[in-house]
């Protein structure tokens, strides 16, 4: 079995016991935390902010979707083992959080069927703020603690749940003109998903980037009936990692409101992320 040393970025200042936890500023609104953070719970992002922390844009474990938990990071087929709809029990052992200034780290490991490791799970979030908006970098590196197979299937990766229910008014749209369900399975560079939230003026809306170094770029996405939303990895076939080797997947949510979709904002934080010279 492969050994794995955690050890936290230098910008990671502070390794923390509990949920971490990023406000909008030093004596703001807690903007991001992280979810249940126990022994065998996989990580994840509840609740998720406004930008004026006001507002939760995310949901756990809704009735339609009992697995989903808000904001996370879930294949379906590791080794033949779901990760995505099971996300505590014996399927994720829960190694350690880090906090940093507008930054936070999740460090797990995803178990076979013996319980022994077989994918270190590590993900880096990095908070931007902005005016009237925010923006939410993750670098995901998983590292094989054994020979991995992430096996071909229609979702899977990165997701998202916002707090979707029968009537409420919601859309999206991708890079390529899509809307709604036309982008199901389809290639985009973003989804803007656009949700109204009670108590809000206007619509949230939260975008997922893809980074252009991704594997697969622009990436497959999957959008389903209640508008969760997330990149499809291993949509187009199967994706291995030898033993000891690692893969990384990046992007970059935009989060922001309003009752039309703002497509220069976006264009130009896409712009961004993919010429950014450094990805910590």
Same mark, same amino acid.
């Given at each position: 079995?492969?050994?794995?040393?955690?050890?936290?970025?230098?910008?990671?200042?502070?390794?923390?016991?509990?949920?971490?936890?990023?406000?909008?500023?030093?004596?703001?609104?807690?903007?991001?935390?992280?979810?249940?953070?126990?022994?065998?719970?996989?990580?994840?992002?509840?609740?998720?902010?406004?930008?004026?922390?006001?507002?939760?844009?995310?949901?756990?474990?809704?009735?339609?979707?009992?697995?989903?938990?808000?904001?996370?990071?879930?294949?379906?087929?590791?080794?033949?083992?779901?990760?995505?709809?099971?996300?505590?029990?014996?399927?994720?052992?829960?190694?350690?959080?880090?906090?940093?200034?507008?930054?936070?780290?999740?460090?797990?490991?995803?178990?076979?069927?013996?319980?022994?490791?077989?994918?270190?799970?590590?993900?880096?979030?990095?908070?931007?703020?902005?005016?009237?908006?925010?923006?939410?970098?993750?670098?995901?590196?998983?590292?094989?603690?054994?020979?991995?197979?992430?096996?071909?299937?229609?979702?899977?990766?990165?997701?998202?749940?916002?707090?979707?229910?029968?009537?409420?008014?919601?859309?999206?749209?991708?890079?390529?003109?899509?809307?709604?369900?036309?982008?199901? /399975?389809? @290639?985009?560079?973003?989804?803007?998903?656009?949700?109204?939230? !009670? #108590?809000?003026?206007?619509? &949230?809306?939260? *975008?997922?980037?893809?980074?252009?170094?991704?594997?697969?770029?622009?990436?497959?996405?999957?959008?389903?009936?209640?508008?969760?939303?997330?990149?499809?990895?291993?949509?187009?076939?199967?994706?291995?990692?030898?033993? /000891?080797? @690692?893969?990384?997947?990046?992007?970059?949510?935009?989060?922001? !409101? #309003?009752?039309?979709?703002? &497509?220069?904002? *976006?264009?130009?934080?896409?712009?961004?992320?993919?010429?950014?010279?450094?990805?910590?």
């Amino acid at each position: 079995m492969l050994l794995l040393t955690f050890v936290c970025t230098a910008e990671i200042t502070v390794r923390v016991k509990g949920p971490a936890q990023i406000p909008h500023t030093s004596d703001g609104p807690v903007i991001i935390q992280q979810g249940d953070s126990k022994d065998h719970t996989r990580p994840y992002i509840h609740p998720l902010r406004s930008p004026d922390g006001k507002h939760v844009l995310t949901q756990f474990s809704p009735g339609h979707h009992k697995h989903q938990t808000g904001l996370y990071w879930g294949q379906t087929r590791v080794n033949k083992r779901d990760f995505f709809h099971n996300y505590r029990g014996d399927y994720w052992k829960h190694i350690k959080n880090c906090l940093g200034k507008n930054s936070m780290e999740f460090h797990s490991q995803l178990l076979d069927g013996k319980g022994t490791p077989m994918l270190g799970d590590r993900q880096q979030w990095n908070y931007i703020p902005g005016k009237d908006h925010y923006i939410l970098d993750l670098k995901w590196t998983g590292t094989a603690m054994q020979d991995v197979t992430i096996g071909k299937y229609s979702y899977g990766g990165l997701f998202l749940r916002m707090p979707w229910k029968r009537g409420i008014k919601a859309a999206c749209l991708n890079s390529e003109g899509h809307k709604n369900q036309q982008g199901e /399975g389809k @290639s985009a560079k973003w989804v803007d998903l656009a949700m109204q939230i !009670e #108590g809000m003026t206007e619509m &949230a809306h939260v *975008v997922m980037i893809d980074h252009p170094d991704n594997p697969g770029y622009p990436t497959l996405w999957r959008i389903d009936g209640q508008f969760g939303v997330g990149p499809a990895l291993a949509r187009r076939g199967d994706i291995k990692i030898a033993m /000891g080797e @690692s893969l990384t997947y990046r992007y970059r949510l935009l989060v922001y !409101e #309003g009752d039309d979709f703002n &497509a220069p904002l *976006v264009e130009q934080t896409r712009k961004d992320f993919g010429t950014a010279q450094s990805q910590n």
